[in-house]
């Protein structure tokens, strides 16, 4: 099913209106960079859209037909569909990373009150749009694309974390591979607890999931300090 066509679209992600229903654009004033990136915004949007049905929704003909543009347009902006993949990704990854980094810093220094503060806008940003969970914890895991691109960066945003609340000589006198363990194996616990929480496998409140989260974390780096 091709969600700009769809009767009933995928909550949280925006509707794409079918090619010939809507009115053509002013585009009267307009430079030819200005109409390339409304035409990549089109993009991004139908790519998210499908994308949230399952990546393998997403081909170069569904998302030029569900953003309403020539086949042509596709290739002004994006090289391929793996790269409209990357560039759908990287868009929520900026804004979920935003909370986030905005959360810490507004947090006490303790590592348990800034995972705390972390995990609580994820699981609010997850709530607000169910579909951001299907694209950035389903899909990322099902799609070698996105698994491969996506692979490093929830566990930076781990040791962001970490490194922000342990004193800096406690970390150094940690070896790195046990930091990168620790690291690893936090990070797929939360993508995990997230992943079945939000297809609504675990029946609790964000409260409840990010206390469990923290519990885990915690525990984590006190084995880790105590190594």
């Known amino acids: 099913m091709i969600v700009g066509y769809a009767r009933?679209?995928?909550?949280?992600?925006?509707?794409i209106s079918k090619p010939g229903t809507?009115?053509?654009?002013?585009?009267?004033?307009?430079?030819a960079d200005e109409r390339a990136d409304h035409r990549r915004r089109q993009l991004l949007d139908a790519g998210l859209s499908l994308l949230a049905e399952g990546a393998a929704a997403v081909s170069v003909r569904a998302v030029t037909?569900?953003?309403?543009?020539?086949?042509?347009?596709?290739?002004?902006?994006?090289?391929?569909?793996?790269?409209?993949l990357i560039a759908v990704w990287d868009e929520q990854y900026a804004e979920v990373s935003a909370l986030v980094e905005h959360a810490i810093a507004g947090a006490s220094e303790e590592f348990d009150s800034r995972m705390r503060a972390a995990l609580s806008v994820v699981a609010r940003w997850?709530?607000?749009?169910?579909?951001?969970?299907?694209?950035m914890l389903r899909e990322t895991l099902a799609d070698p694309v996105l698994r491969r691109h996506a692979r490093r960066r929830l566990?930076?945003?781990v040791l962001g974390a970490m490194a922000a609340s342990v004193p800096a000589?406690?970390?150094?006198?940690?070896?790195?591979v046990d930091v990168q363990i620790a690291v690893a194996a936090l990070s797929g616990a939360i993508v995990n607890l997230f992943l079945e929480w939000?297809?609504?496998h675990l029946p609790v409140g964000a409260e409840h999931i990010v206390?469990?989260?923290?519990?885990?974390?915690?525990?984590?780096?006190?084995?880790?300090?105590?190594?």
């Open 22 to 31: 809507t009115a053509p654009e002013p585009w009267r004033g307009t430079t």
């Open 155 to 157: 566990p930076e945003l």
């Open 169 to 176: 000589q406690a970390m150094q006198s940690i070896r790195d």
């Open 126 to 135: 997850f709530e607000e749009q169910p579909s951001r969970a299907v694209v």
């Open 211 to 227: 206390e469990s989260i923290v519990e885990v974390a915690s525990a984590a780096l006190a084995r880790l300090l105590d190594s």
């Open 198 to 200: 939000t297809a609504g």
């Open 65 to 84: 037909r569900v953003a309403g543009l020539s086949p042509r347009f596709f290739y002004e902006s994006f090289e391929d569909r793996e790269a409209l």
């Open 8 to 15: 009933h679209p995928v909550k949280g992600v925006p509707a």
